[in-house]
């Protein structure tokens, strides 16, 4: 990846989790009712950044991953413990993926170094899931 282009990635990473919206906005911009979001926290599927004096700061991924839960739990009936699971999982592959990444390129510099002519096949272009989304994972990588 160029230096250009990992310089943007991290800028608009950083804009993503910059907490700036107050409950009553974040709650406006996804749709849902302050308390929900309350309920979100106490059930561990959201965790907004605190100011020194306590208050809640929702990120634009916040924003993201309430609207997330709110099209499984109303679209497609999926519970909040399932939804939680979802979640943690999700994350889980995403740890897998830049992990693995890692070991990629780990692997293809040793090749290199000892002048190898085999070639690596990357992981995800020989499989690719119907579940895969980009939102977190572009994130991630």
Do not use: C
């Amino acid at each position: 990846m160029s230096d250009r282009r990992e310089q943007t990635e991290n800028e608009r990473t950083r804009t993503e989790e910059r907490a700036v919206y107050i409950i009553s906005v974040a709650a406006e911009l996804s749709g849902v009712h302050p308390q929900t979001l309350r309920m979100y926290e106490r059930r561990g599927l959201l965790a907004p950044k605190r100011t020194s004096g306590n208050t809640r700061r929702y990120s634009e991924r916040d924003i993201a991953r309430i609207q997330m839960i709110q099209e499984l739990t109303q679209r497609d009936g999926v519970s909040l413990a399932g939804v939680k699971l979802f979640i943690e999982m999700r994350e889980q592959l995403a740890q897998m993926r830049r992990r693995t990444e890692e070991l990629e390129r780990e692997l293809l510099e040793q090749m290199r170094r000892r002048g190898s002519g085999a070639e690596i096949v990357p992981l995800r272009s020989v499989r690719s899931w119907p579940w895969g989304g980009d939102e977190e994972e572009d994130a991630a990588t």
